[in-house]
């Protein structure tokens, strides 16, 4: 049973380094390569996760392969040469801990994201994925909302005055009294005369 443990302690080991190439990429990304929130948001409130990446790029292999040599010159020993063999998994665990909080923290930021781009109760609906939005800081100020139709882009336009918003309605023949909210109420009862 021993030898049958060790080689499947080897073979884990052996299959982990493979996590490293994995590492190379998430610490490129995370280090400022890749955009996106996600990404700003770790490099900006989680830094030290960068710096985990960072070292179980090259410190991990090194025990990995430290624990595989050792294990091999103790191989008489069956207590001791098992036991080194779990250095490298334990030395694992603040990678994969890392790797799922960037996780969370990226599912996150795409639930906020897809929330920003789907109509709002308050929002004022004017065909599928066309939407008017006020600017909940400046309410005089809207946003018109544009989805494309497999629901993967959209496009927002910015108005300060109402008069702009029912310039662009007009010139893409979209009538403002279309627009309502969950309500019931037409986006045309809140333009000024």
Partial sequence: MYHFYRTFLITVIWLSLLAVPYMLVAYACYAGLCGGSAATKIRNEHPHYISIIGYSIWLYPLIALYALYHS????????????????????????????????????????????????????????????????????????????????????VSYFYKTDELNAFLKNNKIDGSQCKNQKGIPFSNFIKP
């Fill in 72 to 155: 091999r010159k103790l191989a008489e020993y069956a207590y001791r040469s098992t036991t080194i063999l779990w250095l490298p998994l334990l030395c694992l665990l603040p990678f994969i801990y890392v790797m799922h909080q960037t996780s969370s923290i990226e599912t996150k930021e795409t639930q906020q994201r897809e929330a920003y781009y789907r109509a709002q109760p308050n929002d004022f609906v004017c065909a599928p994925g066309k939407f008017i939005r006020f600017d909940p800081l400046q309410p005089e100020h809207t946003y018109f909302f544009t989805g494309t139709p497999d629901g993967k882009g959209s496009t």
